[in-house]
């Protein structure tokens, strides 16, 4: 934050000596850099739990995961997916696909 309000400061003292005093300028990119600012910890911090997410999934043994359908599945799609192969897997995909 503090970064920001440096930049701030420093884009208010060049439009000062360039003799422009807007204080809606100011407001305005005061505003645009708190929005940036936001969007970048919101991206950070879902990327971050994306990763973890990730480490924790991987680091799991097969046993103990477990594979949840919705009870609205075709039956036929989740006996495909507890089997091990290609048909499975394309049976797994078409199931998390229905949510």
């Known amino acids: ?10 884009i208010y003292n ?3 000596a360039e003799g422009i005093e807007d204080r809606e300028f ?4 005061l505003k645009d850099s708190e929005s940036y600012t ?3 910890i919101n991206q ?11 480490l924790l999934y991987l680091q799991s043994y097969p046993d103990e995961i477990e ?3 919705p009870e609205s599945a075709p039956e036929r799609f989740v006996a495909q997916a507890k089997t091990n192969n290609f048909v499975a897997r394309t049976a797994a995909r078409k199931l998390s ?3």
């Open 14 to 16: 060049q439009k000062l």
């Open 1 to 10: 934050m503090e970064e920001l309000e440096r930049k701030i400061k420093e």
């Open 97 to 99: 696909d229905m949510g």
């Open 26 to 29: 100011l407001e305005s990119t």
């Open 67 to 69: 594979d949840y359908y």
């Open 38 to 40: 936001k969007n970048s």
């Open 44 to 54: 950070f911090t879902n990327c971050l739990r994306l990763v973890v997410n990730c």
